[in-house]
């Protein structure tokens, strides 16, 4: 069995931290959303992975390499434009061949992974399997309709939808998907859609399982999204202070502060992950935030957050919350006369001020 995984979107919905930088590689605390797909899929037996990359497969490249670091061995596929889930499987036929494979969209978080879902797929030998989730808005997904224990249809994106049960990104197919992605043809978005193949699969009298997963499970394409799944796997952190933290310092809760960090006067309210090499003086860092390397906050709050590296914070009057800041930022407050804000944002920047 291998294994796909798609890392070859934009990130619209993330930028302007994808205008310079993979959407799957934005860090959920402290590790790019991409690692724990692969991780995830590792842990399932699966080692020959390929991974479908567009305009930013230098980054994924740069961060995965090889794959070794994980255990696993990657080939790169380059889909040369973004025309769907299913042509993404077409374009690696080569690779999958004939085997049966798992594919897992780089920017999906499924927090207690997929391995008991592919020994189901191998057990049972279904041409298909999908896991499908309850969501409360479920005309932001693919969506499918059941009868009884049968799927009956799946919609992408329906305005009415008939189902609240949601395509997760993660899939299962043996060779047949291939006569699927021929068989259709693309959608009003000019795009292969994986949900019309599956469709034609159900359609010609194949086997399609489905699997409604019970655990957390969040596609992180949104800002809220990010913030969520942070929340998530910082609930799940163990305290693990490997910095220098002074008499002056207060830690609540499971903190991990990384090597080469230095903790001055601040209180750190955990769950929160703060990275090596960072400089904390004069500062509160609350629950559900992580800060990358090389980071240094002073005289300043924040809360709920992402930070990402290289970034410095300081003297900034009120507390910062649900915010995603990404590398090489830095918030100040200004003391040049006369008093005002003053921005440099990049587009579909958002900004909020008091």
């Not at 889930?85 to 897992?104: N, P, Q, R, W």
């Not at 298909?128 to 808005?137: D, E, G, M, N, T």
Request: charged share 25%; net charge negative.
């Amino acid at each position: 069995m291998k294994a796909l995984i798609l890392s070859g979107g934009k990130g619209t919905r993330l930028r302007p931290i994808t205008h310079t930088s993979a959407k799957q590689l934005v860090p959920i605390a402290n590790k790019p959303i991409l690692f724990y797909g692969i991780e995830s899929i590792r842990d399932a037996g699966v080692t020959d992975v390929g991974i479908v990359v567009g305009d930013t497969e230098p980054e994924i490249r740069a961060a995965v390499g090889d794959g070794s670091a994980f255990g696993v061995k990657v080939t790169y596929i380059r889909q040369h434009a973004p025309l769907g889930l299913a042509h993404a499987v077409k374009v690696s036929h080569d690779f999958l061949k004939d085997d049966t494979f798992v594919m897992y969209l780089g920017d999906n978080l499924i927090i207690d992974g997929i391995t008991p879902l592919v020994d189901e797929f191998r057990r049972d030998k279904p041409n298909s399997q999908i896991l499908l989730a309850k969501v409360p808005r479920p005309e932001e997904f693919g969506v499918a309709e059941l009868d009884g224990d049968r799927i009956v249809k799946l919609v992408e994106k329906p305005k009415q939808p008939r189902s609240d049960l949601a395509l997760v990104g993660v899939y299962m197919f043996d060779s047949t998907i291939f006569e699927a992605v021929d068989g259709i043809k693309p959608s009003f978005r000019n795009e292969l859609e994986i949900t019309d193949a599956i469709q034609w699969l159900i359609d010609h009298g194949k086997v399609v399982h489905h699997h409604v997963i019970g655990g957390w499970w969040k596609d992180t394409g949104k800002l809220e999204d990010i913030l969520e799944a942070n929340r998530m796997v910082l609930s799940r952190a163990k305290r693990a202070i490997h910095g220098t933290t002074d008499t002056d310092t207060r830690i609540e809760g499971d903190v991990v502060v990384g090597k080469g960090s230095v903790v001055k006067n601040s209180l750190l309210r955990g769950p929160l992950c703060l990275g090596e090499r960072c400089i904390i003086e004069n500062a509160y860092v609350g629950p559900f935030t992580s800060i990358y390397d090389d980071v240094k906050i002073r005289n300043s709050e924040i809360e709920h957050s992402i930070v990402l590296e290289r970034c410095t914070i300081e003297d900034i009057p009120v507390r910062i919350e649900a915010s995603l800041i990404g590398k090489e930022c830095t918030i100040q407050r200004s003391r040049r006369k006369p008093s005002a804000y003053r921005f440099m944002v990049g587009d579909a920047s958002s900004v909020d001020v008091l």
